[in-house]
Nanobody, 115 residues
């Protein structure tokens, strides 16, 4: 079955950067658009970004635009999210997912932005 394993989260100060990774298995990775979603404490899942299977198109939420960059390496079956200029409100659990709603997602990686 589908398996998505995120990594790369951590504790960072405001203005800092992190690079998240998601290793995928159990499906044809290159044929599927992939998304990143996040969940802040006490909040609902929020879609952040999506990339098409061949990386021909990338989409971002308003909160991610200009600061986050999504990419993928189909040979490595890995999805990435570069997080720059992090803010305290970016704190949350970040998931890679097969859909924008986050229904098929991994176990997540925690990002904490704190002074």
């Amino acid at each position: 079955g589908v398996r998505l394993v995120e990594s790369g989260g951590g504790l960072v100060q405001p203005g800092g950067s992190l690079r998240l990774s998601c290793e995928a298995s159990g499906f044809t990775f290159s044929a599927n658009a992939m998304s990143w979603v996040r969940q802040a404490p006490g909040q609902e899942l929020e879609w952040i970004s999506e990339i098409t299977g061949g990386s021909t198109a990338k989409y971002y939420s308003d909160s991610a635009k200009g600061r986050f960059t999504i990419s993928r390496d189909n040979a490595r079956r890995t999805l990435y999210l570069q997080l720059n200029d992090l803010k305290t409100e970016d704190t949350g659990m970040y998931y890679c997912a097969l859909d924008r709603g986050g229904v098929s997602r991994g176990q997540g990686t925690q990002v904490t932005v704190s002074p």
